[in-house]
Each structure stands twice: as C-alpha cells, then as structure tokens.
C-alpha cells in the first residue's frame, strides 16, 4: 500500500504515512513523475516529498469515483456504517501518531492536535449513526388528490477541497457524510499538509473502504487540477473549505456545470464582553477562542469588543495569559503555540498589526515578528484600536488580539455585524436572556453564549453572509450530499 521515498523525514517514514496519489484504489505517483516538497514550519525541515498531481491525475481520479459510484450508492448503508465506525476505531488507536504528524506539517502544538485527532475521528462515528437513519417522508397533497413520496439519493461524485489549519477534521468532516450519503470522492488536501489527508485515507483502505470510493489527489496546481475535475459532467458536488477570496472563485467556476456547493469559508468572529460576565470564563474562552491553533482558524476570536466598565481589568487579564504563552514548535511537549504555516502568514500578521499600530493603536504584549528560524509570531493584545484598522475587517489568521472598549449596548449589533463575514461569535453575559436576545441579532450562523468553542460534529456547522453556504457536521451535513426525489403518485 505504502510508496515510501527517500526524501521522508524518519518520523513519517516510521508512521507509513503515504506518499503517492490513491486512484481508483492504487497509491501511484503522478503522470509526470513530479514530486512536492512537504516541510515543517517550525524548522523548515522537509518531511517527505508527495506526487505532485496535474490535470490528467485529475481526470483518472474523477473515472475512478465515477467507476466507483453505482456500488457504493448501491451498498446498504449498514455497511457503509461499519465501515466508518471501524475507521473511527482506528483513527481513535493511532491518535498519538496522527497529532504528531498533524503537528509535523502543520505546526500546531501537540495538545491542539491530539484535540483535532478526537474531533476529526468523532466525524466517522457520528456519519456511521446517522447514516443508517436517515428517513424519507409519505405524505398527501393539500387537494387530497396524490400522495407525495420523498426519499433521499447520493449526489454523485463529490470534489472535496479541504486548508491546511485543520488537515484532518475537515477532511473527515466532509468524507464521512459523503461516504455516509453513498457518495463517492476525490480529495484535494492543501499542499501545505497533505500526509495527514493521506494518511486518513489509508485508515480508510485499512478499514475495507471499496476501491474508488475515496481518491486523493495532492498538488502544487490547484487552479487546472480542480478546474479539470468540476468540469467533468460526471462531477455533481463541490464540498470547499478555505478563503473566501478562492471559494467566490469556485463557485463561479461550478456555474458553468451547476454543480451543488457547500461552502465553508472565512470567518471575522465578534468577541463581546458584557458588563456583568463572568470575567474569568470570559478570559478562559477567550483564550481557547484566540488561540486555539495559534489563531488560524476559521473560528478564531479576532475583535474583542469589551465593556467600558470591565475593559481594563479584561486587557490585564488577557496581557497575562498571552504572555505567559510558551511558543515554540508544535511537536516539542511543553509549547503551546506553535509557528504559522509560512513566511506570507506572518507577513500578512504583521501588516495588520503595523496598520493598527499606525492608526494609534498600542502593542501591550507582542507586536512584531519573532528572528527566524521558523515562521513564529509572538501572542498580541492591541489596546485603542481604531474602528477603521484593517485588523478588524480581514481575517488575522494570527495569535493576535485586538480590543476595542464600548459604552452602549445598544452600538453593539451594529459594531458587531459590521463585517461581510458571518460564522461564529462569541458573546458573554451573566444574563442569559440578554445573551439569547443579543445573539438573536447577530449576523453568524454560530454563537458561542459564555463559551470559546463551539465545533462539534452534531451541530451544524457554518457561515451566513460571506462565510459560506451550507453546514457540515449534524444531520444538515449529510443532506448536502444528497439529493430529494419526489414521487408523485396515488392509490
Ligand atoms: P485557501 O487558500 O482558500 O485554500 C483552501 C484550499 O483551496 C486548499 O486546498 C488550496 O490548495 C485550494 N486552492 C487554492 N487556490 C485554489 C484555486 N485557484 N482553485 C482550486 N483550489 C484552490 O485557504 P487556506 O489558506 O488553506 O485556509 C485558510 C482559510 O480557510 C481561512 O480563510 C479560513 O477561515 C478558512 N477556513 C474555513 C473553515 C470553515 O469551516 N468555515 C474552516 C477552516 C478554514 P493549496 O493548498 O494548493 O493552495
């Protein structure tokens, strides 16, 4: 199964982690023999190489799934259950090797990818439940004349395209629904991090995934390699995690076959203090909110509105526990924030934080680039940012906090929605009926009320506005990938 080559890091080469594309059930490399470079962000140090894949891997992965699709839509959804809930059982054993890889590639703390391991495996046990439960409905027309039957059929072959802050959750957040839906799929993992994608892709083959039903394709060409594949008239979904900027381009490009999208996208969360919260849970979930993986998430806190009346004491607590931040890279036991994934990222970090600090903010911990080697950024609290700083309408994607004080509630929606983004945010209050009226007028599909996380695979998860189209996680994440069909009859 495995293709090793000589330019593996020995940790991976100990792991069997593969390298090569899996097509129709074979792990081959590319058409061209061309091979990309995976390194660790904290060193640089390059950990393997791994097929670099152009368009005609693209299409032979397409035929693959296409080939592929009929038995496994065919295939009893107890089996396809087993099938997941044997994957779950083996992604949950090999949960220390798994972080150490996440933690490898992606360069987040060990502690950060043992919790993404649970996460992402929670996915396969949560699709093989809820696969076997999904139910059509019998039903009679208002004018009493037909009965309307509806029941449930896999879309059809699914392009799966999956970042690199989260290698393996989004990854099985999206296969184990489509898997459990009776899709088959073609994954396009970042190329940043693609050995974790690979190797949940062999935890599948290990667990009697049927050839074709999960192909993987990594490169260094995003553009024609996806392009080719939802061009394909056999492609009928596109299931998209990343940047706006590249999903407002996808969808454009699944126009011209009208493909069915489910967009994941960025986010710009709210994290709002009222007056009367609980100020140490509030600087707890704060922490979880901001920092989990060392700010690049999709979900990260990235404006902290404050209370006036609780502003101060909220900075000092929060200075602190930045402070007291241990950084350094992901793999090392005692660090707690890794570096970000390249140089760009901490260019793009540190350009939002010198706009900021240009329109009279102030650094109080933190504030610039830590010296090489590695591409690290120090955990950061800007105090007195001005509404009109960058950093408060672009993703930071970054260990950076900026907080902003406020005075009436009443200026809150307002401050909090201005943004075309809208995934999750994050609010505390003492009074949980304010907090329920207040989130009501939030514009995200998410809230976290008095909490600093909210990701869990039987809720749905996802955007309005700007931050995407569809759920994924609960039952509303297993009917993207599928399709109602309506009998009209009667008897
Ligand atoms: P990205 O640059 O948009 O890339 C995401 C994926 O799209 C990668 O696999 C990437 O491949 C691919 N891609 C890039 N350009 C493409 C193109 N022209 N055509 C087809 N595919 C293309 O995002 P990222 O930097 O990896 O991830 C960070 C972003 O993801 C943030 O905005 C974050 O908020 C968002 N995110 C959202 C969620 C959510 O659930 N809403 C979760 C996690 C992350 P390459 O790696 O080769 O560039």
Same mark, same amino acid.
């Given at each position: ?19 090569? %594309? ?24 390059? %950990? ?18 296409? $080939? ?42 060990? *502690? ?68 459990? *839906? ?7 993992? $970042? ?85 009367? *919260? ?134 809150? %929606? ?18 949980? $009926? ?18 600093? %996380? ?38």
């Amino acid at each position: 199964m495995t293709v090793l080559d000589a330019a593996l890091h020995p940790i991976v080469e100990a792991m069997s982690v593969p390298t090569e %594309l899996l097509v129709g059930g074979a792990w081959r490399p590319a058409g061209t023999g061309r091979r990309l470079e995976v390194s660790d962000p904290a060193t640089g140090t390059v %950990l393997a190489t791994v097929a670099d894949a152009d368009s005609s891997d693209a299409a032979a992965a397409v035929d693959a799934a296409a $080939a592929a699709a009929p038995d496994w839509a065919a295939t009893a959804p107890r089996i396809r259950a087993d099938l997941l809930m044997r994957a779950f059982a083996l992604m949950h054993d090999r949960r220390e090797e798994l972080a150490l890889l996440i933690s490898l590639e992606n360069g987040k703390s060990l *502690a950060d990818a043992r919790s993404e391991v649970t996460y992402a495996a929670e996915f396969f046990r949560w699709y093989a439940e809820e696969g076997v439960r999904l139910r059509g409905q019998v039903g009679m027309s208002p004018s009493g004349a037909n009965r309307l039957l509806v029941s449930y059929q896999p879309v059809g072959v699914s392009v799966l395209i999956t970042p690199w802050n989260f290698p393996a959750a989004m990854a099985t957040r999206k296969i184990a629904p489509a898997l459990a *839906a009776g899709c088959t799929t073609v994954l396009k993992p $970042a190329a940043e991090t693609p050995l974790t994608a690979l190797a949940v892709a062999a935890i599948l083959e290990e667990a009697g995934l049927p050839a074709g039903v999960l192909n993987v394709v990594t490169t260094s060409t995003p553009g024609p390699v996806v392009g080719t594949m939802l061009a394909d008239r056999r492609t009928r979904m596109l299931s998209f995690t990343g940047s706006t900027e590249v999903g407002r381009l996808l969808l454009r490009t699944a126009a011209d076959n009208v493909l069915k999208c489910a967009m994941e996208l960025g986010g710009n969360a709210p994290f709002v203090v009222l007056a009367d *919260a609980d100020l140490e849970a509030a600087l707890e979930g704060a922490m979880i909110a901001k920092m989990r993986n060392g700010g690049q998430a999709c979900t990260a806190a990235n404006r902290f509105f404050v209370h006036a009346d609780v502003h101060d004491a909220f900075v000092d607590g929060l200075v602190a526990r930045m402070a007291a931040v241990k950084v350094g890279p992901g793999p090392d036991e005692d660090s707690q924030c890794g570096p970000l994934i390249n140089a760009e990222a901490v260019r793009k970090v540190d350009g939002l934080v010198r706009d900021a600090i240009e329109r009279g903010a102030r650094a109080v911990v933190g504030g610039s680039p830590a010296d090489g080697p590695g591409h690290f950024y120090p955990p950061t609290v800007l105090v007195d940012v001005p509404l009109d700083a960058r950093i408060l309408h672009e993703e930071v994607f970054g260990p950076v906090a900026p907080v902003v004080g406020f005075e009436r509630e009443e200026d809150l %929606l307002a401050l909090v929605n201005d943004t075309e983004f809208g995934l999750v945010s994050y609010l505390y209050t003492a009074d949980l $009926a304010r907090g329920l009226r207040l989130a009501e007028g939030i514009e995200s599909g998410m809230v976290g009320l008095n909490r600093g %996380l909210v990701s869990d695979p039987a809720a749905p998860f996802g955007g309005t506005k700007q931050s995407g189209l569809g759920r994924e996680g609960s039952t509303e994440g297993l009917l993207e990938f599928l399709e109602a069909q309506y009998v009209a009859t009667s008897w």
